[in-house]
């Protein structure tokens, strides 16, 4: 039995090791996003709406990040730009409420990074053409 269970370890290890490897790869490559120059567009009005969280943006930019394994997967924004939620249930707005005294939050910022791996790279594809 202990010579099965070796061997299978013997077979199981390299393939093992090409995860752990692929892992890293795609970790290292995700600390050293950049945004790439060639990748701005302006934004008079774009809102990117998940549930009930709402980000407006304009006026700004968008800079795409570097892809990641051929993917887009992250953006930076900058300008003007507000991010607004309420949630739906009022267990979700009481904790919002003992947390910050509030059940719903809406702020201003200027600068917005995005790190996203659904359908929000096609999103800012069409809503920046």
Known sequence: MAILLFIFMLLACPTLLQAQTAYEDLLAALFHLEPDASMVAPVDSLTIRREEAVFRLGPGEMILCTPVD?????????????????PPS????????????????????EFLFLMFGDSTAGELDRGLT
Do not use: C, N, P
């Open 70 to 86: 051929g993917r887009v997967v992250a953006a930076v924004y900058r300008g003007s730009g507000e991010f607004s939620f309420k």
């Open 90 to 109: 009022t267990v979700e707005q009481g904790q919002l409420d003992r947390f910050f005294g509030t059940d719903s939050i809406v702020q201003e910022f």
